[in-house]
């Protein structure tokens, strides 16, 4: 990922150092199991810990000979170490290796993601609260529908937020996994307790079977999860953007002291950074497609998911961190205007109010087709004439007939909307723990 999306504590873990590190890691572990297993003596794990050790420069330059990156390492580490060195790799094929360090990595990067995302459930429950009872239109194909309030989205995008982080456990769950099982997994040079004893030391299950490889389903699930979570940042920004158009401003992004909108038209305050996340949506989505192409492998392995992974998982781990990042810091600073709503809201000629007139006249005796054609008539003339739906009602003798003209009035009160609303909102709300 360039840098521009890259929080460094994500990065971090991507980086050559952080992958070879890993890599140290796992064969002194590979090492101190043997050890233990009495099949290689304490002294040589002795003189490696003190001697082993690498430098990613020579690394890449010996790679540029080998072609192997695996090889390179080893022979770089090999050549710090001396001749206790031979029980380095010993038994192991270069996918133990790769496959299980990655594991860890995407492991931790999901560790990282897990606080992101309970940090973003923080602000939206914070905010959520705040405007519990502040009256929004609510909008359905993106026309005035019914009553809602703004902490009612919020508090959607909350939950949604904690469903999204039991998928994250649970990926990082099938992620956490390691094998030393050899070069089609049928431990020909290394017995099951090494693996187990391997990955104990790096906190790891191991995987109940594998091939030279961990099957990639497991990769993919990950992928998919972390595009999931993309997919709601997407979701909230453009609710977001939607709300910041012109004719709607009922919340905008905040807009710092010294900042541009245009290079041509200085009024200009444009939702940028949620079209931004928009836009990394799409790339984080993109990556699990390539992650589930990974999937149908050659027999025991193939080499055509390297390439992708080597890009998709850095790539995918880091624009996610920046998204959950950047998504929660706008939404603590969303400036947010519960005037314009209410004006938004009044647009629409009580319009909204039709179902609960329908409600009332079938209560009455009416079928609904009768009601529904009584109430239709009426709110047709109010788009029309631009005349609130209530005058059009009251001046109907149909209607009234069922419906005293009191009645009337107090369906369509402010104070009776607002009422019933804070009633199902209350409701709502403690359903949902807040």
């Given at each position: 990922?360039?840098?521009?999306y890259?929080?460094?504590?994500?990065a971090?873990?991507?980086?050559?150092e952080a992958?070879f590190?890993?890599?140290?890691?796992l064969?002194i572990?590979?090492v101190?199991?043997?050890v233990?297993?009495?099949i290689?003596?304490?002294?040589?794990l002795?003189?490696?810990?003190?001697?082993a050790?690498?430098s990613?420069?020579?690394?890449l330059?010996?790679?540029k000979?080998?072609?192997?990156?695996v090889?390179?390492?080893?022979?770089?580490?090999?050549?710090y170490v001396?001749?206790?060195?031979?029980?380095i790799?010993e038994?192991?094929?270069?996918?133990?290796v790769?496959?299980t360090?990655?594991a860890?990595?995407?492991?931790d990067?999901?560790?990282i993601?897990?606080?992101?995302?309970e940090?973003l459930?923080a602000v939206?429950s914070?905010?959520?609260?705040e405007?519990k009872y502040?009256?929004?239109?609510?909008?359905?194909?993106?026309?005035h529908?019914e009553?809602?309030?703004?902490?009612l989205?919020?508090l959607?995008?909350?939950?949604e937020?904690?469903?999204?982080?039991d998928?994250?456990?649970r990926?990082?769950?099938?992620?956490s996994?390691?094998?030393i099982?050899?070069?089609?997994g049928?431990?020909?040079?290394l017995?099951?307790e090494?693996?187990?004893?391997?990955?104990?030391?790096?906190?790891?299950?191991p995987s109940?079977?594998s091939?030279?490889i961990l099957?990639?389903d497991?990769?993919?699930?990950?992928?998919?999860?972390l595009?999931?979570?993309?997919?709601?940042?997407?979701?909230f920004?453009?609710?977001?953007?939607?709300?910041?158009?012109?004719?709607?401003?009922?919340t905008?992004?905040f807009?710092?002291?010294?900042?541009?909108?245009?290079?041509?038209?200085?009024?200009?305050?444009n939702?940028?950074t949620f079209?931004?996340?928009?836009?990394l949506a799409?790339?984080?989505?993109?990556?699990?497609i390539?992650?589930?192409?990974?999937?149908a492998l050659?027999?025991?392995?193939d080499?055509?998911?390297?390439?992708?992974e080597?890009?998709?998982?850095?790539d995918?781990?880091?624009?996610?961190c920046y998204m959950?990042r950047?998504?929660s810091?706008a939404?603590k600073?969303?400036?947010?205007?519960?005037?314009?709503m209410?004006?938004?809201?009044?647009?629409?000629?009580g319009l909204?109010?039709?179902?609960?007139?329908?409600?009332?006249?079938?209560g009455?005796g009416l079928?609904?087709?009768?009601?529904?054609?009584?109430?239709?008539r009426?709110?047709?003339?109010?788009?029309?004439n631009?005349?609130?739906?209530?005058k059009h009602?009251?001046?109907?003798?149909?209607?009234?007939?069922?419906?005293?003209?009191?009645?009337?009035?107090?369906l369509?009160?402010?104070?009776n909307?607002?009422?019933?609303?804070?009633?199902?909102?209350d409701?709502i709300?403690?359903?949902?723990g807040?």
């Amino acid at each position: 990922m360039i840098p521009r999306y890259s929080p460094k504590d994500m990065a971090a873990l991507w980086t050559d150092e952080a992958k070879f590190e890993r890599w140290l890691q796992l064969e002194i572990a590979a090492v101190e199991a043997r050890v233990e297993a009495g099949i290689v003596p304490r002294s040589a794990l002795d003189t490696i810990k003190k001697n082993a050790k690498f430098s990613v420069t020579e690394i890449l330059e010996i790679e540029k000979e080998t072609n192997h990156d695996v090889i390179a390492f080893l022979t770089n580490v090999n050549s710090y170490v001396g001749p206790e060195s031979r029980y380095i790799h010993e038994g192991l094929t270069s996918s133990d290796v790769v496959d299980t360090c990655l594991a860890m990595q995407m492991r931790d990067a999901g560790r990282i993601l897990l606080k992101d995302v309970e940090a973003l459930v923080a602000v939206l429950s914070e905010r959520a609260i705040e405007f519990k009872y502040t009256l929004e239109m609510g909008r359905t194909h993106g026309i005035h529908a019914e009553p809602t309030t703004f902490g009612l989205k919020l508090l959607l995008w909350r939950q949604e937020m904690l469903r999204n982080l039991d998928r994250l456990k649970r990926a990082i769950e099938v992620i956490s996994v390691g094998k030393i099982s050899g070069a089609v997994g049928t431990y020909q040079h290394l017995p099951p307790e090494i693996e187990a004893a391997v990955c104990e030391k790096l906190g790891l299950e191991p995987s109940s079977i594998s091939t030279q490889i961990l099957q990639r389903d497991r990769h993919a699930e990950f992928l998919t999860t972390l595009a999931i979570i993309a997919s709601s940042i997407e979701k909230f920004s453009v609710e977001l953007r939607h709300l910041q158009r012109t004719e709607v401003r009922e919340t905008e992004e905040f807009f710092g002291k010294g900042q541009k909108g245009s290079s041509a038209m200085p009024h200009k305050r444009n939702p940028i950074t949620f079209e931004r996340l928009t836009g990394l949506a799409r790339v984080v989505r993109s990556n699990s497609i390539a992650g589930m192409e990974n999937v149908a492998l050659w027999h025991e392995r193939d080499i055509s998911h390297s390439s992708v992974e080597r890009v998709v998982m850095p790539d995918s781990t880091i624009a996610l961190c920046y998204m959950l990042r950047t998504f929660s810091k706008a939404v603590k600073n969303l400036l947010v205007y519960p005037e314009r709503m209410q004006e938004n809201f009044d647009t629409s000629y009580g319009l909204t109010l039709s179902q609960t007139l329908l409600l009332a006249l079938t209560g009455k005796g009416l079928t609904r087709e009768e009601a529904y054609r009584l109430v239709q008539r009426n709110a047709m003339k109010s788009w029309e004439n631009k005349v609130p739906l209530k005058k059009h009602v009251l001046a109907d003798g149909e209607i009234l007939e069922h419906l005293p003209a009191q009645t009337i009035e107090q369906l369509f009160s402010p104070e009776n909307i607002l009422a019933k609303l804070r009633k199902s909102v209350d409701a709502i709300f403690a359903r949902n723990g807040l």
